[in-house]
T-cell receptor, first 112, second 113 residues
């Protein structure tokens, strides 16, 4: 079953602009993680946010979590062409904490 | 260097011919898992393993087998591959489970003719 759904499916912005991606999920979670994937390659971890946290920062990345709305957002500030990739959220539900469920991803294109 | 290694990276096979995709990690991680990635569907978990000799089904286990005889290795076995198993496969590992950072292999692109 698909737990996380990303929105938008695709996003095209100019270098220097901010990019915001959203993730919605269906059931209560322990943690939510964001990953990045360059075309056809392995995923790379970006940020993990726990269910009792509301916001986390890492460099140009800012993640928020709203458990009441079952949603999270990933903000990339001052984007660069090198940020072009697909971004996925992943959740582990409280009812099945050994499974990790990924969303379908947002494809981000940053134009130079 | 800490890494998850999958082999082979590319594989073309025919329907019904048994194959194994190997996965090995050198980080002494307890948790390992397999995913398949198909266009528009994101990653779907096939099987996972909490530790040696402990495995369980993910969301799409049909047609796959796994084993975890050693902590570092978690092979994915397709006993009788079919064309609908054509996909991009990823192995991942983490220290203890889904609450930890997942480290992914580079992927195995499988085509079943």
């Amino acid at each position: 079953s698909q737990q996380g759904e990303e929105d938008p499916q695709a996003l095209s912005i100019q270098e220097g602009e901010n990019a915001t991606m959203n993730c919605s999920y269906k059931t209560s979670i322990n943690n939510l993680q964001w990953y990045r994937q360059n075309s056809g390659r392995g995923l790379v971890h970006l940020i993990l946010i726990r269910s009792n946290e509301r916001e986390k920062h890492s460099g140009r990345l800012r993640v928020t979590l709203d458990t009441s709305k079952k949603s999270s957002s990933l903000l990339i500030t001052a984007s660069r062409a090198a940020d072009t990739a697909s971004y996925f959220c992943a959740t582990d539900g409280r009812d099945s904490s050994y499974k990790l469920i990924f969303g379908s991803g947002t494809r981000l294109l940053v134009r130079p | 260097e800490a890494q998850v290694t999958q082999n082979p990276r590319y594989l073309i096979t025919v329907t019904g011919k048994k194959l194994t995709v190997t996965c090995s990690q050198n980080m002494n991680h307890e948790y390992m898992s397999w995913y398949r990635q198909d266009p528009g569907l994101g990653l779907r978990q096939i099987y996972y393993s909490m530790n040696v000799e402990v495995t369980d089904k993910g969301d799409v286990p049909e047609g796959y087998k796994v084993s975890r005889k050693e902590k570092r290795n978690f092979p994915l076995i397709l006993e009788s591959p079919s064309p609908n198993q054509t996909s991009l496969y990823f192995c991942a590992s983490s220290l203890r489970g889904t609450g930890n950072i997942q480290y992914f292999g580079a992927g195995t692109r499988l085509s079943v003719l």
